[in-house]
Structure formats: C-alpha cells, structure tokens
C-alpha cells in the first residue's frame, strides 16, 4: 500500500460504479500499474543520509478504540467523533513520522476514518524488528536492492539502486517473509527480499473501466494475474482497486511477476565496501549477468 493512505482510495463501489473521488482525480486519464503485494516503504534523510523507512501507523489504546467503535455502530452521524489525540494514542517510537498527507490540529497529527494515523519509523542497519526491510539496503554503500524492468521489453532486472535517486520515493517490500511470499521468493534457509518501486510495472493492455471488462481482464489474460491494479493520477492521487473488492482469489498459484524471466545486473568494482558474505548483496553480486526464467527460480550456491 502506499504512502499517502488517504489518497489510496477503492476505485469502485460494489456496484458498478466509479467514486466521485476517482473522477474527479480523472482516472481515466491515469496511468495503470500493477498493485504488488507486499508491505509499503519509503526513503527519505535520517542522520543526514537516505534511509528506508518502514510503515507503522499509530493506533488507539484500548478504551479509545472502544469509545470509537461505540460512535462507529451509533447511528449519531450527526456529531462527530472528537480525538484526545494526546491520550488516546499507544506510544510509538521517537523517530516516528507521520506520513505526507496527514491532516494536523493544533499542531498534532490526527488520524484517518479508520482511526489509524499512518507513519513511518527508519529501518537501522541491524533491526531485529525489521530485518527483511534491513536485508535490501546497505548504508555504508548506499543502495537498495531493486527489482524494475530491464531496458529490453518483457524482461526484469534486479540491481542495486543507490538510494539518493529514490529519495521521496515510495516502494513495496516482496518476498519470503512478507505477506505469506505471493511470489515465492526464495526459501526459509535461504530468504529473499526485495524492493519494488510503486508504479514501476505500467501495465501494458488494460482494461476499460467497466466492470465487466475488469473482471474478464482479471480472469482471462496473464497480465491480469496481478493482485490488483493502482491508477497513477495527473494529480498524484492513486487510485486502488484490489481482485477482492470483485470477490475474486488472491494470491494465485501463477503470477504474472513470475511470467516473466529476470536478469541481475551487479557490477561489484562499482562499490568500495566489502558486502557481507551472508548478504543478499553478497549473493546477488555472485550472480552478476545470471539470467533466471521465473523470480521464483533463483537459487544462490550454498
């Protein structure tokens, strides 16, 4: 999911009708790109250097939480519900930021329709919490380790990517560890993570927005074997439609990730540092120029 949670917004009501809000953001002159299912990220400057930060959305405390459901289930629409914003929240960590789109009062953030305020917290070198965000990024040679496409078509490529140029940058985490591993990325001996910009994967032939074309696109061609589809507005609101707002299955046995081969571009001489022998950087630089049929084909030599 992405960074600025209140403009990810479903696209489609169960009937089948677009929001006003997808309309009036123009989505059918947006951009559509496939929905990777992973856990949400973003880089920005901690300790004067890019850092990958991880999301982590303050929640409510018990009693809170329980006086909003009590309003939520009330049929009092017309009052609205007023936060404590300084008591009701459980703690979070002092490197905690709100994400970009967040309103403020009185100089506190406050929280969205679901009473969450989403955020992030920096990932340091060797988090335990979060190892898998930790595993793609080395700070000493600033990179992340990135799955795009390759520059010839119907081709991907994992390479490093140094994290000056995805700073403001936000990215979806995949792999063994995430999300049940959708893509069957490596294995419990040998995990393996990867970052995936957000609207890295244009999708090529989609649908129109109705939606029985949808749900034909979805369930008769492999471009569709995707989680979900996010349209890219002009106005840089995202616009969200997932196969289970259709009450179609997720994840799928055979993705359209997993379609395609995928080559790894690592030029070590370019980075000064020496990488960990057990790191994914140490792995993938092993690999260099190795060209794989399927994500889930790679192997690394024991």
Same mark, same amino acid.
């Given at each position: 999911d992405s960074t600025d949670t209140n403009y990810l917004i479903p696209g489609f009501l169960a009937t089948e009708t677009i929001t006003g809000k997808a309309l009036e953001a123009d989505i059918y002159n947006a951009i559509p790109t496939e929905k990777v299912d992973g856990t949400c990220c973003y880089v920005t400057t901690y300790k004067g250097q890019p850092y990958?930060?991880?999301?982590?959305?303050? @929640?409510?405390? *018990? $009693?809170?939480?329980?006086r909003f459901?009590?309003?939520? %289930?009330?049929? !009092?629409?017309?009052?609205?519900?007023?936060?404590?914003?300084?008591?009701?929240?459980?703690?979070?960590?002092?490197?905690?930021?709100?994400?970009?789109?967040?309103?403020?009062?009185?100089?506190?953030?406050?929280?969205?329709?679901?009473?969450?305020?989403?955020?992030?917290?920096?990932?340091? @070198?060797?988090? *335990? $919490?979060?190892?898998?965000?930790?595993?793609?990024?080395? %700070?000493?040679? !600033?990179?992340?380790?990135?799955?795009?496409?390759?520059?010839?078509?119907?081709?991907l490529e994992i390479s490093p990517v140094p994290l000056s140029e995805i700073l403001e940058q936000t990215l979806e985490l995949i792999g063994t560890n995430i999300n049940a591993n959708p893509y069957g990325l490596g294995s419990k001996k040998q995990p393996l993570h990867l970052l995936v910009p957000h609207g890295a994967f244009e999708i090529k032939n989609p649908p129109t927005l109705k939606q029985n074309d949808i749900l034909s696109w979805f369930e008769g061609c492999s471009e569709g074997k995707v989680e979900g589809i996010v349209w890219h507005c002009h106005n840089g609101c995202l616009i969200k439609l997932h196969r289970h707002h259709l009450g179609l299955r997720w994840p799928l046995p055979d993705t359209y990730l997993n379609s395609q081969p995928v080559v790894i571009s690592f030029n070590r001489t370019k980075y000064d540092c020496d990488f960990e022998p057990r790191s994914l950087f140490h792995h993938f630089s092993n690999l260099d120029g190795q060209r794989f049929d399927r994500l889930k084909d790679i192997k690394f030599d024991a």
């Amino acid at each position: 999911d992405s960074t600025d949670t209140n403009y990810l917004i479903p696209g489609f009501l169960a009937t089948e009708t677009i929001t006003g809000k997808a309309l009036e953001a123009d989505i059918y002159n947006a951009i559509p790109t496939e929905k990777v299912d992973g856990t949400c990220c973003y880089v920005t400057t901690y300790k004067g250097q890019p850092y990958l930060w991880a999301r982590l959305d303050r @929640k409510p405390n *018990k $009693q809170a939480e329980k006086r909003f459901k009590r309003y939520l %289930y009330s049929l !009092e629409d017309c009052k609205e519900f007023v936060w404590n914003v300084k008591e009701d929240f459980k703690p979070v960590p002092d490197t905690w930021i709100p994400a970009k789109d967040i309103e403020f009062s009185d100089g506190n953030p406050l929280p969205d329709e679901n009473g969450h305020m989403p955020g992030w917290v920096p990932v340091e @070198k060797n988090s *335990k $919490q979060y190892c898998w965000h930790s595993s793609v990024v080395n %700070y000493e040679a !600033e990179i992340a380790l990135a799955l795009k496409h390759h520059a010839d078509p119907g081709l991907l490529e994992i390479s490093p990517v140094p994290l000056s140029e995805i700073l403001e940058q936000t990215l979806e985490l995949i792999g063994t560890n995430i999300n049940a591993n959708p893509y069957g990325l490596g294995s419990k001996k040998q995990p393996l993570h990867l970052l995936v910009p957000h609207g890295a994967f244009e999708i090529k032939n989609p649908p129109t927005l109705k939606q029985n074309d949808i749900l034909s696109w979805f369930e008769g061609c492999s471009e569709g074997k995707v989680e979900g589809i996010v349209w890219h507005c002009h106005n840089g609101c995202l616009i969200k439609l997932h196969r289970h707002h259709l009450g179609l299955r997720w994840p799928l046995p055979d993705t359209y990730l997993n379609s395609q081969p995928v080559v790894i571009s690592f030029n070590r001489t370019k980075y000064d540092c020496d990488f960990e022998p057990r790191s994914l950087f140490h792995h993938f630089s092993n690999l260099d120029g190795q060209r794989f049929d399927r994500l889930k084909d790679i192997k690394f030599d024991a």
